[in-house]
């Protein structure tokens, strides 16, 4: 009997429900189900333009005068891979407390589709799940990581957003209940 492999791209750490949501999608199948997880390490560059971005006008002023090496890149850097490692980790440790047996995680330092495609090919994966916010622009636009890794990938690719049951996804506007 071989794996059913499935590979997970998420955007933040699983929490209980996520996982419990996932390992329900797979109950019954004759094959042992094995997942693959995949997480974006958090972008230091972008923390740092997200965090200069949100100061106001007078704030923005003051800091005009401060040279970018006094900003600690690497402090910030190592921050964010602390972060993504620590979700990583509490990613699996759901999946597992849920009955889910997971064969291998990873931090995504390129782009994470780009990353998911390799992994669904090395592991021969069967299907994909990718667990995000809700991107709506990008949804829009068919430029979410769903959309770009169905043009990629010959196997299933379901979108499920973190954080939200089945039946509050299947309410919002694209869901079953939807227009």
Same mark, same amino acid.
């Given at each position: 009997m071989a794996d059913y492999d499935v590979v997970l791209l998420v955007e933040q750490a699983l929490s209980t429900l996520d996982a419990r949501q996932v390992r329900s999608l797979h109950e019954g199948l004759d094959d042992p189900v094995t997942y693959h997880v995949l997480l974006p390490l958090d972008d230091a560059a972008a923390r740092v333009e997200a965090s200069l971005g949100s100061l106001s006008g007078s704030e923005l002023l003051a800091t005009r005068g401060m040279p970018m090496s006094d900003l600690d890149i690497e402090a910030v850097q190592e921050d964010c891979r602390?972060?993504?490692?620590?979700? @990583?980790? %509490?990613? +699996?440790?759901?999946?597992? !407390?849920?009955?889910?047996t997971v064969a291998s995680s990873a931090l995504v330092t390129g782009s994470?589709?780009?990353? @998911?495609? %390799?992994? +669904?090919?090395?592991?021969? !994966?069967?299907?994909?799940?990718?667990?995000?916010?809700?991107h709506v622009v990008a949804e829009l636009f068919r430029l979410d990581w769903a959309s770009k890794a169905r043009r990629d990938?010959?196997?299933?690719?379901?979108?499920?957003?973190?954080?939200?049951?089945?039946?509050e996804q299947a309410a919002g506007p694209d869901g079953i209940g939807g227009a």
């Open positions: 602390e972060r993504s490692t620590a979700d @990583l980790t %509490a990613t +699996v440790a759901a999946l597992e !407390g849920a009955g889910a994470p589709v780009d990353e @998911l495609v %390799a992994k +669904v090919r090395e592991v021969d !994966g069967r299907e994909t799940i990718i667990l995000t916010r809700s990938l010959d196997i299933p690719v379901l979108h499920l957003l973190e954080h939200e049951s089945f039946d």
